[in-house]
């Protein structure tokens, strides 16, 4: 069924003049950020308001944990990377799958299609993305609902976007409706509203805990890397946290050192057992992937995770981009952005159980599971000028290739149980189908 939509909804898109609307947004990709010490040569540190900030509470306080840092760097309400402006894009520090190519979005609204159509067509859902950078995929996707009109036509679908940056959601609103949105009363959980272009209520969030409950799609693409994570090092005294404290030799610089004994961080996150030297935890994500499953648990609905990511055997991955270039992540501090790999095999143990979990697979093999070789095919077909057609194997290139993003990135699912348990006893001959595999997780016949 997911590759019978794949063909549908692609095919229409070759045909409109929507599907070949961004053929030409290749750039180069974010695959090679590098980690926390990989930047020494960059140069010294820019005095801004961050550093400032910084500085002046790191004297009041002491050294903070890499989590604070992280927070204050990204999310202060006045001088942080992602609520000052969030630099995704040609002309910011990164770049992500959605703006490389049109395909990568498509394939996930036929995804989450698929398993609308796998869960029994609901009557209603809700589309939540949790950071939706300028609203790039969530447009791809909700091209692929409208190609799929006849198909979703009695079902009652609404977009729920979580986004603590006033100027990326402003971007976002202008992605997806045009100008029509508008800010709500402070008495409202949502804080934006609007239509999209094809008629379908998209409202706005600073906390996943405010989209209202209901049936629901959960979408996070590059999200949880910009979690803030805590740092160990093993010592011969034991574990100890590592942290930021001001450089003593350049008081107007940052530097990592590590606590003189354990830290409430080191007694509750790391497990017996470990056997790494050193090594990264994000409890936030453990909090929000818990509030996931529980809501997918409770009502129903699936979960799509894509980020970079490992199988809790990575170390050292904290690391910082800025102007498509490595940066060291303690350099001016407000202007970068910071990001470490999830650990999948951690974001697996806080479900708890509540969901069923599939994946970590390398967005490669889910892609190509999708039908992204079909995509590319219509695509060229279609494509009348040799300079399209080399964009378009650029752009499948950057997306595909194991030394690019093919194997950088992961794609991770929550499903509920009964979404994969096989009844109890053999079907009868008259009884219900067997349960449709899940696509992207499952090699696609051409049949």
Same mark, same amino acid.
């Given at each position: 069924?997911?590759? !019978?939509l ?8 070759a045909? #409109? ?18 980690s926390s ?14 550093l ?26 006045? =001088? ?10 040609? $002309? ?8 490389? $190519? ?39 996707? /909700? ?14 679908? $609404? ?22 949105? =508008? ?27 405010? *989209?209202?409950?209901?049936?629901? !799609? ?32 350049v008081?107007?610089?940052?530097? !990592? ?13 790391i ?9 990264e ?47 060291? *992540? ?16 951690y /974001? ?28 590319? =095919? ?16 650029? #752009? ?34 008259? $009884? ?11 090699? /696609?016949?051409?049949?």
């Amino acid at each position: 069924m997911a590759l !019978f939509l794949a063909r549908h909804a692609l095919l229409a898109a070759a045909r #409109s003049s929507a599907g070949s609307r961004r053929l030409l947004r290749h750039r180069a990709p974010a695959a090679a950020r590098p980690s926390s010490g990989a930047a020494e040569a960059e140069g010294p540190g820019r005095d801004t308001a961050m550093l400032r900030h910084l500085l002046f509470k790191l004297r009041a306080t002491g050294p903070v944990t890499v989590a604070e840092y992280m927070r204050e760097a990204l999310t202060n309400p006045g =001088q942080g990377y992602y609520t000052r402006c969030g630099g995704i894009g040609e $002309s910011g520090d990164f770049v992500t799958s959605p703006e490389i $190519s049109q395909v990568f979005g498509e394939l996930i609204g036929i995804w989450y299609v698929s398993e609308w159509m796998a869960s029994g067509r609901p009557p209603a859902f809700q589309l939540v993305e949790l950071g939706p950078g300028r609203g790039t995929l969530t447009d791809d996707i /909700l091209r692929v609902f409208k190609q799929l009109a006849s198909l979703l036509s009695k079902c009652d679908i $609404s977009v729920h976007l979580v986004e603590v940056s006033p100027k990326l959601s402003k971007i976002q609103a202008l992605t997806l409706t045009g100008r029509k949105a =508008q800010l709500n009363s402070k008495d409202k959980s949502a804080y934006m509203q609007g239509l999209s272009n094809t008629g379908i209520p998209i409202f706005w969030y600073r906390d996943i805990q405010d *989209v209202p409950a209901g049936y629901s !799609f959960y979408l996070a693409h590059e999200f949880f890397d910009a979690l803030p994570i805590h740092k160990f090092q093993r010592t011969e005294k034991g574990w100890r946290e590592v942290l930021v404290d001001i450089d003593p030799e350049v008081p107007d610089q940052l530097r !990592f050192v590590l606590s003189p004994s354990s830290t409430p961080a080191t007694e509750n996150f790391i497990q017996p057992g470990e056997r790494r030297d050193h090594m990264e935890v994000c409890p936030e994500a453990g909090i929000i992937i818990q509030r996931l499953a529980s809501r997918i648990e409770e009502d129903g609905g699936a979960a799509l995770i894509a980020d970079y990511g490992h199988d809790g055997t990575k170390t050292d991955t904290f690391r910082g981009f800025r102007n498509h270039k490595p940066h060291h *992540v303690l350099r001016a501090p407000g202007t970068a952005d910071l990001t470490a790999d999830v650990d999948f095999s951690y /974001l697996q143990k806080m479900t708890e159980g509540r969901t069923a979990t599939l994946g970590p697979i390398k967005q490669r093999e889910f892609l190509k599971n999708m039908g992204i070789d079909l995509r590319l =095919q219509v695509l060229l077909q279609n494509s009348y000028d040799k300079a399209t057609h080399e964009q378009l194997l650029h #752009s499948y290139d950057m997306l595909m290739n194991p030394k690019k993003m093919g194997d950088c990135f992961n794609f991770f699912a929550l499903l509920p149980h009964c979404r994969l348990e096989l009844p109890a006893k053999k079907p009868q001959p008259n $009884s219900q189908a067997p349960l449709p595999p899940v696509a992207g997780f499952s090699e /696609l016949s051409l049949k």
